[in-house]
T-cell receptor, first 115, second 111 residues
Framework: GAVVSQHPSWVICKSGTSVKIECRSL??????MFWYRQFPKQSLMLMAT?????????EQGVEKDKFLINHASLTLSTLTVTSAHPEDSSFYIC???????????FGDGTRLSIL | LAKTTQPISMDSYEGQEVNITCSHN???????ITWYQQFPSQGPRFIIQ???TKVTNEVASLFIPADRKSSTLSLPRVSLSDTAVYYC????????????FGIGTKLQVIP
């Protein structure tokens, strides 16, 4: 149980392109989803927290207009990297939690490479 | 947010028991301790969560002393496939509020 699916697993695109990453909870309803970014050999950095039906809360230093998060249903959240540039290349990971007494469960990440 | 401190790396031979200790001196009353495992280019995988004393599942055991200022993840008879980074997280109810990932412990299992 508690499976989180992320799609796509990797994407390569040109600078200036917008890229959408999907995060789905397959066997539970996720009231809260989190988006992280991880650079090589570094730890996960929380980007934003989203609760179903409300606006995401972004961490300090994360541009909300660049990283658009939508959590329209209890099983789906999307992260759109708008006008991506090479410095946005990273490993993006989502996690989902069903309620306040349950741990986060993570997707397998999306490797984003901007040329 | 409670800050955690773990060893940066550990080596172990196959078949041995591995204990990874995490310090969290300023843990709050309503904080739980959660451990995750991460392989390269994959998302973290939940291993175990506890509040006090000892918790055991099919994968690992978690030992938490009475003062809860530290915790020890115990992996019995590790194999090469246990080579990964292990993260100790401390936060309310497994992360209802945001949790901060530390640098983790890189466990290298040696044949």
């Amino acid at each position: 149980g508690a499976v989180v699916s992320q799609h796509p697993s990797w994407v390569i695109c040109k600078s200036g392109t917008s890229v959408k990453i999907e995060c789905r909870s397959l066997d539970f309803q996720a009231t809260t989803m989190f988006w992280y970014r991880q650079f090589p050999k570094q730890s996960l950095m929380l980007m934003a927290t989203s609760n179903e039906g409300s606006k995401a809360t972004y961490e300090q230093g994360v541009e909300k207009d660049k990283f658009l998060i939508n959590h329209a249903s209890l099983t789906l959240s999307t992260l759109t990297v708008t006008s991506a540039h090479p410095e946005d290349s990273s490993f993006y990971i989502c996690s989902a939690r069903s309620d306040t007494n349950q741990p986060q469960h993570f997707g397998d990440g999306t490797r984003l490479s901007i040329l | 947010l409670a800050k955690t401190t773990q060893p940066i790396s550990m080596d172990s031979y196959e078949g041995q028991e591995v204990n990874i200790t995490c310090s969290h001196n300023n843990i709050a009353t309503n904080d739980y301790i959660t451990w995750y495992q991460q392989f390269p280019s994959q998302g973290p995988r939940f291993i175990i969560q506890g509040y006090k004393t000892k918790v055991t599942n099919e994968v690992a055991s978690l030992f938490i002393p009475a003062d809860r200022k530290s915790s020890t993840l115990s992996l019995p008879r590790v194999s090469l496939s246990d080579t990964a980074v292990y993260y100790c997280l401390v936060g309310p109810s497994g992360g209802y509020q945001k949790v901060t990932f530390g640098i983790g412990t890189k466990l290298q299992v040696i044949p």
